[in-house]
Every structure is written in structure tokens, then in C-alpha cells.
């Protein structure tokens, strides 16, 4: 996941806050959808395991 705030009119400090900013959101919406994905893949399992158990 990318989130691009660009910095404009910052020092170097205003700047590299920005990009940490950035580098912290995009890793929190993609925590997000990985947890969505592992989440979907044991419901999937679990469903299968008990439609081969029946």
C-alpha cells in the first residue's frame, strides 16, 4: 500500500517526518488488508475441512 504525502516547503526535519508519515500509514493499511487475507484464508479452510468431514 502506497500513501504519498509530498513534502513541499519543509526543512530536511519537516521532510523526513513526512516520510516516516508515509512509510507508518502505508504500513498500517497494509496490516489491514494482510489481516483480511489470513483471516478469509482460515474461514476458507474451515470450510472446506468441514465439507470433507460431512
Not at 519537516?14 to 496490516?31: D, H, K, Q, R
Request: aromatic letters at 16%; charged letters at 15%; glycine letters at 12%.
Amino acid at each position: 500500500m502506497f500513501i504519498w504525502i509530498l513534502p513541499k516547503n519543509f526543512d530536511i526535519g519537516g521532510t523526513v517526518g513526512v516520510w516516516a508519515m508515509n512509510i507508518i500509514l502505508g504500513c498500517l493499511l497494509g496490516e489491514v488488508i494482510v489481516m483480511g487475507y489470513v483471516f478469509r484464508a482460515i474461514y476458507v479452510l474451515i470450510k472446506y475441512f468441514v465439507d470433507v468431514l460431512r
